[in-house]
């Protein structure tokens, strides 16, 4: 089992940054891959950035140059650093991990608002 908890997130003014964290706990040596999504009301979660054990990172077009992904505390915490931030940002921010390709683990979400 895995469980993850994210913090950071809150009120934040367009142009501002944000950095959140997702703490893992639990069998993480089983982990290969870590995703960051987000949920807008009445929209559909998608994923934000992704990190791998060997440190290859993926980020959707719409946060590319904007948000940095990274893994601290050997594979137990990861970041997402969020700068220029737009209110089109707002949503909920989840932590998701993935193990053996299948087995998903979600933590229960932080909310990230951006004022104009």
């Known amino acids: 089992q895995v469980q993850l908890v994210e913090s950071g997130g809150g009120l934040v003014q367009a142009g501002g940054s944000l950095r959140l964290s997702c703490e893992a706990s639990?069998?993480?040596?089983?982990?290969?891959?870590v995703r960051w999504y987000r949920q807008a009301p009445g929209k559909q979660r998608d994923v934000v950035a992704t990190?791998?054990?060997?440190?290859?990172?993926n980020y959707a077009d719409l946060v590319k140059g904007r948000f940095t992904i990274s893994a601290e505390n050997t594979w137990n915490t990861f970041v997402l650093q969020m700068n220029n931030l737009k209110p089109e940002d707002t949503a909920v921010y989840y932590c998701?991990?993935?193990?053996?390709?299948?087995?998903?683990?979600w933590g229960p979400g932080i909310q990230v608002i951006v004022s104009s």
């Open positions: 990190i791998d054990r060997q440190g290859t990172k």
């Open positions: 639990g069998s993480m040596s089983t982990i290969s891959l």
């Open positions: 998701n991990a993935v193990r053996n390709q299948a087995i998903q683990y």
